[in-house]
């Protein structure tokens, strides 16, 4: 059986040699373009075959796409195994964070195979959406396991799968952040996120700020009216779930029980309506930073009203952000205006963490990486509810939020 739990001819040598070389060619692919946006084809010409001979070892393009998800859950789910054996949830973290970022350098270095992304996890059907989602539950499982042990407080469920989500979204931006760094700097970089996550942020417990009452919303779901926001919401919740290329016109449509017609009403093209997507996210951030550092004297304060109101606003009705995770399959015209953003975002988050290091409320972490975990935990807020279906905008703090800037070792672990 193959990784997609498909029969293949008796393996030899020559044979799982090139079907390492065509997972390989087709993780790469898939990480460029999604699932959607790839095809057998191209995939044949990176390893030098033709197409039918890719057929050969996976028939279909989703029976290649599900082995290289596996493949890379398989390899994710032995660090954590791994890491498993460390005495304390602080020894599990680093080791497993130091061990996925040497195999990081091994992969940019030509050592070993591309590792798929799991953005466009659920652009799968079929029988392969099942197998790589009961795999990727399995790993989420094992990522929790890291966390037990040693309690300071006896955790509820929904407090430590939000606490399994925070890791296991931090560890799977890693990629993302690695690429600001040479290979030398990976291990420090290791060291450096891990002081975040386990340590937290603030240099000492503040007075939370109370979250703002969540402004009505204009255009709520289903009430009837469809306006160009409406369409935007429905495009961010499709691109997060399915990717830039699974979210096609049909579905943004179908999505608000609107006709094709309706869409290209309110919208030139899809591209436009995915970079508007884009620009609707940054905004939503951008607005959220500027409240805080005008109304808030110190950094621990602005960082952790940045974080509520953000968090508190895509559970209540106004949609998710954009998951970050959608600008790697993004056209080549709106990439670098979308990356230019992104890491703008970042900055801006880096200079807060550096004024609260100034002002004594925040910890001496390294102030860009730091930036980028809590850009990625306020992006992974969008996913929460499927690990934690109690979460709700009143309990997102506690349950998410809050561990992350005092720190994953400060907050408690589950028994």
Not at 68 to 93: H, N, Q, V
Not at 129 to 139: G, P, S, V
Not at 249 to 266: D, M
Request: charged share 25%; with cysteine.
């Amino acid at each position: 059986m193959n990784d997609a739990g498909l029969a293949i001819p008796r393996e030899t040598r020559r044979f799982r040699k090139k079907q390492e070389a065509i997972l390989d060619a087709g993780a790469r692919l898939i990480n460029q373009r999604g699932v959607k946006g790839t095809a057998l084809a191209d995939i044949a010409r990176g390893v030098g075959l033709a197409t039918n001979s890719v057929t050969y070892y996976y028939r279909k393009k989703e029976d290649l796409a599900a082995a290289c998800l596996l493949s890379s859950i398989r390899i994710i789910s032995g660090l954590a195994e791994d890491a498993g054996s460390e005495k304390t949830p602080a020894a599990r973290i680093r080791t497993l964070f130091a061990s996925y970022l040497e195999l990081l350098a091994a992969i940019e270095r030509g050592d070993h195979a591309e590792l798929v992304l799991f953005n466009d996890l659920r652009a799968l059907t079929g029988a392969q959406a099942q197998i790589c989602f009961d795999a990727y539950i399995a790993m989420f499982r094992s990522f929790r396991q890291l966390l037990r042990g040693e309690t300071i407080v006896r955790l509820t469920r929904s407090e430590e799968n939000s606490r399994t989500h925070l890791l296991l979204s931090l560890f799977v931006t890693v990629k993302q952040l690695a690429r600001r760094y040479d290979l030398e700097e990976y291990a420090r970089t290791s060291q450096r996120l891990c002081d975040v996550l386990i340590g937290g942020v603030f240099a000492q417990p503040i007075e939370w700020p109370k979250p703002e009452a969540q402004k009505p919303d204009a255009n709520p779901p289903g009430d009837g009216e469809i306006s160009t926001e409406s369409f935007l919401r429905a495009a961010t919740v499709l691109i997060n779930e399915q990717g830039y290329r699974g979210a096609s016109v049909e579905k943004i449509s179908a999505y608000l029980n609107v006709t094709k017609g309706s869409f290209y009403h309110h919208n030139a093209n899809k591209d436009d309506v995915v970079a508007a997507c884009f620009a609707r996210s940054f905004d939503i951030v951008r607005a959220a930073q500027n409240d805080a550092t005008a109304t808030l004297d110190d950094g621990a304060r602005r960082l952790a009203a940045i974080a509520t109101t953000l968090a508190r606003s895509q559970l209540s009705g106004h949609g998710p952000l954009l998951r970050t995770s959608a600008w790697s399959a993004l056209p080549d015209e709106v990439r670098y205006d979308v990356l230019r953003s992104m890491n703008r975002q970042t900055q801006r988050f880096a200079s807060i963490i550096n004024d609260g290091q100034n002002d004594g409320t925040v910890k001496l972490v390294d102030p860009l990486i730091a930036a980028h975990a809590v850009s990625a935990m306020i992006n992974a807020v969008a996913e929460i509810e499927r690990w934690v279906p109690s979460v709700t905008a009143d309990n997102i703090v506690d349950f998410y939020v809050r561990p992350f800037f005092v720190g994953l070792a400060s907050a408690g672990s589950a028994e």
